[in-house]
């Protein structure tokens, strides 16, 4: 079934693209959560007329994400954990933590953002990603010291 993207959605396409998928995925997800129209011709038509509205919301986008990008790549984040032998933490530091973090700086970031394959367990420097835009990914500096 071919459908119009109303919304970006990750790892399917971007606002005003055709897509084909699976009748199933359109129908009771996609079309009812309103991310996406059935590719008709009115419906085409109608895309056709907002085509230079939605380029020119997707490069403001873009250029947000880009300014946000150089932020956070000017930014380290220092958490401070208790930790056992071997450096390694009582808990953990995931992205919720990173967030916060961020935000205690200035920089907000939704934490679904942050691409974490799995919580922090040691001590130590890391460089976690962060997907701000479907072309634009920034690396957030971390570094996990042991707690006083």
Not at 31 to 56: D, G, V, Y
Not at 74 to 82: D, L, N, P, R
Request: proline fraction near 3%.
């Amino acid at each position: 079934m071919e459908i119009i993207l109303v919304k970006d959605v990750e790892n399917l396409g971007f606002t005003g693209q055709i897509v084909k998928v699976a009748r199933g995925y359109a129908r009771n997800h996609l079309i009812p959560c309103q991310f996406a129209l059935e590719a008709t011709p009115a419906n085409l038509k109608s895309m056709e007329k907002k085509r230079a509205e939605f380029e020119a919301r997707a490069q403001r986008e873009k250029d947000r994400a880009k300014d946000l990008a150089g932020q956070i790549k000017q930014v380290s984040v220092v958490i401070a954990q208790k930790a056992g032998d071997k450096d390694k933490l009582y808990g953990s530091v995931t992205n919720i933590d990173l967030a916060e973090a961020l935000a205690q700086q200035g920089v907000d970031v939704d934490r679904r953002r942050i691409k974490l394959t799995e919580p922090i367990k040691s001590l130590g420097d890391f460089e976690v990603p962060i997907k701000l835009h479907g072309d634009v990914t920034a690396m957030l500096k971390v570094q996990v010291v042991r707690a006083e």
